[in-house]
């Protein structure tokens, strides 16, 4: 087994079968192996009592799955039957890279486990991108794929590819089972590792014959993972510690990831804010954990983070990190990140506490927790001159655009679709400029609001998240503002909304260009855009085409109405902005400089 990037339990199974050579020629083939089809089930693999596909079904029932996303194909068509009666809402994408997404927005945004099922080789192959994406944002995932017949995995059989060793760095965990015994362990194992501790995908692939074959079984399932140890609660001097150097602070400053959603810490962190009168920045993913109409609020920190919560911590004297990671868009240049703070980060993966930034003081466990103890240990100071200071860099450089523009402004879509919700919204965005906009200038207020790649950075995200999301929150509004290249790769997936009458919304802010690519050409590149245009169809055409409303708009005058009009709509429905094209997003920290290095601050002082 080779080493996880992070803590994860022992394998319950052999992961990988042996591999022969399978590029070594036609000598080392069985050819009467070759002679059978792998959909071909064999008859010997029957025996007595439940059939595999339905102690699958059965295993995700007593799960409380009700819906899933996926894709058949031939060596998974035993599950594919078994749910042709089962209770269970099942979502068919156009590609399983876009059911991928989907079961990860739905993880997203109802805090439940997302589940995808797709075939063998090409189907799990398109699996990798949605799993790659919830890994790096630690989703809760489980995939289940179909695998060829158990006796002809290595021999390169129809549809064959090495799944779990394609997935294994992409995955939280992932293992093939080989024995109709182990199922209903396997997959009651698979979604306590997905949602627990640093959530994240697991996969499960089951070979064909596997999934014909029977067992009894008396209904008990008990799990096996000696090696999948859980910190918890925060060790209790590490939190007094921490306590106590909260409370010493002059200048502190609370930074909060993707962590305090996915453990359902946010009123614990809004309690802390206000008791102790901290100032919180929030990563992208942590958008929405902190109500950004507080006033303690520093909206979001890196490299297209505000200023001010950029300033406040290059001059903080605490920093507290919680379930953040402390990536590099976020700290720009390492070195000189935060260089006057202790640093306190609190994160359930031991693995992530030190990775990239020394902690004065790590506590690991669970956010919930720790904040709760936290609460009761610190004390309220006022911390004026600080919060003075902090105020003054918020008057000076405001997120901004120039209002009085006759074009229209992408960032003027967004203030404009934040006011027409009421900031109330589920948000997923495609990646470039229009995700770090909509990160800036739509306002967010709780968690699970905001849902977007950030890890990866997957463009094509946004519309299947959207769909994912919709299915999770039948009652919210879902708008996916996207990018028009990032919409390119997964627009087919508009038609799901369609066939599922899902009345998602998609707002592309049509700049013509890879507009995040274009801007580090302009920057960086002597304005030499070199392959960063291609031609796009007519968005409205389009939707129209599979079967949603497309409405074009190319005034600013229109964009008003033009979004009363998709809000209104009980169908999907989806608006082409054609906005400015040379439009950048600023501040910017360019790439190698200091947190507080940014570009752009000139614009934003004059437009403020
Ligand atoms: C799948 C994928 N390929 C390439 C990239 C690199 N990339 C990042 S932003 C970007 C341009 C995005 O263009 P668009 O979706 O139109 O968004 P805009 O920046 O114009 O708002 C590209 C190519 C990526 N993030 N994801
Ligand atoms: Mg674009």
């Known amino acids: 087994m080779k080493p996880k990037p992070r803590s994860s339990p022992q394998q319950a199974e052999p ?8 590029r070594s020629g036609e000598a080392q083939r069985s050819p009467a192996i070759k002679a059978v089809p792998s959909t071909t089930l064999p008859s010997t693999a029957l025996g007595t009592g439940k059939a595999g596909a339905q102690i699958i079904v059965d295993a995700l029932l007593a799960e409380g799955v009700d819906t899933m996303f ?7 068509l035993p599950f594919f039957d078994r749910l042709y009666d089962a209770p269970i809402r099942f979502i ?3 590609h399983e890279q876009g059911g991928c997404h989907m079961a990860d927005g739905y993880a997203r945004a109802s805090g439940k486990v997302g589940v995808v099922v797709a075939t063998s080789g090409p189907g799990a192959c398109n699996l990798t991108t949605g799993l790659a994406t919830a890994m790096m944002d630690s989703v809760p995932i489980v995939a289940l794929t179909g695998q060829v017949r158990t006796e002809l995995i290595g021999n390169d059989a129809f549809q064959e590819a090495d799944t779990t060793g394609i997935t294994r760095p992409v995955t939280k965990y992932n293992c093939i089972v080989k024995d109709v015994k182990d199922l209903a362990r396997i997959i009651k194992e698979s979604f306590y590792i997905a949602s627990t501790g640093r959530q994240g995908p697991v996969l499960v692939d089951i070979p064909v014959d596997v999934q014909v074959a029977r067992c009894e079984t008396d209904g008990a399932i008990e799990m096996d993972l000696p090696g999948y140890r859980l910190a918890a609660k925060g060790h209790s001097g590490q939190i007094k510690a921490a306590a106590e150097a909260i409370n010493r602070s002059e200048q502190p400053v609370l930074y909060v990831g993707g962590g305090v959603i996915s453990a359902n810490a946010s009123g614990e962190l809004r309690a802390l804010a206000e008791k102790a009168h901290l100032p919180v920045t929030t990563t992208l993913l942590g958008l929405g954990s902190y109500d950004q109409s507080r006033p303690e609020s520093l909206d979001m920190l890196g490299m297209h983070g505000s200023a001010y919560a950029n300033y406040a911590v290059q001059e903080c004297d605490l920093l507290i990190a919680v379930g953040a990671r402390f990536d590099d868009r976020v700290t720009a240049s390492v070195k000189t990140f935060a260089p006057r703070a202790k640093i306190i980060h609190i994160d359930v993966d031991p693995a992530s506490i030190a990775k990239n930034v020394a902690a004065d003081i790590p506590v690991v466990g669970d956010a919930k927790h720790i904040l709760a103890e936290l609460i009761k240990q610190v004390e309220h100071r006022e911390r004026e001159t600080w919060f003075k200071k902090i105020a003054e860099w918020k008057k000076k450089f405001p997120f901004s655009y120039d209002r009085g523009a006759s074009t229209v402004k992408p960032q003027y879509v967004i203030e404009e679709l934040c006011r027409q919700t009421g900031g109330k919204a589920i948000i997923t965005t495609g990646v470039g400029q229009n995700q770090m906009w909509t990160a800036q200038f739509y306002r967010f207020s709780r968690p699970r609001q905001m849902i977007s790649s950030g890890g990866l950075g997957t463009m094509g995200y946004g519309l299947p998240a959207a769909i994912g999301a919709a299915v999770a929150c039948p009652d919210e509004t879902v708008i996916d503002i996207d990018g028009d290249h990032s919409f390119n790769m997964t627009m087919t997936e508009l038609r799901t909304a369609v066939e599922n009458e899902l009345p998602i919304k998609v707002c592309i802010l049509n700049n013509g260009y890879m507009g995040m690519v274009r801007q580090w050409q302009e ?13 796009n169809p007519d968005y409205a055409t389009v939707a129209e085409a599979l079967g949603a409303v497309g409405i074009t708009v190319d005034k600013k005058a229109e964009v008003s109405s033009a979004i009363k009009k998709m809000l209104s709509q009980k169908r999907p429905c989806l608006v082409d902005f054609k906005v400015d094209r040379e439009e950048n997003v ?10 507080n290095e940014m570009d752009g601050l000139d614009l934003l002082e004059s437009l403020a």
């Not at 996926?70 to 998974?76: A, D, L, S």
């Not at 920057?523 to 031609?535: G, Q």
């Open 15 to 22: 992961a990988e079968p042996a591999k022969k050579s399978s």
């Open 70 to 76: 996926g894709y058949p194909g031939g060596v998974i």
């Open 92 to 94: 068919i994408p156009r």
């Open 523 to 535: 920057l960086f590149y002597n304005k030499r855009y070199s392959k960063s245009y291609l031609s």
């Open 586 to 595: 600023w501040p910017m920290v360019p790439t190698g400089k200091s947190l």
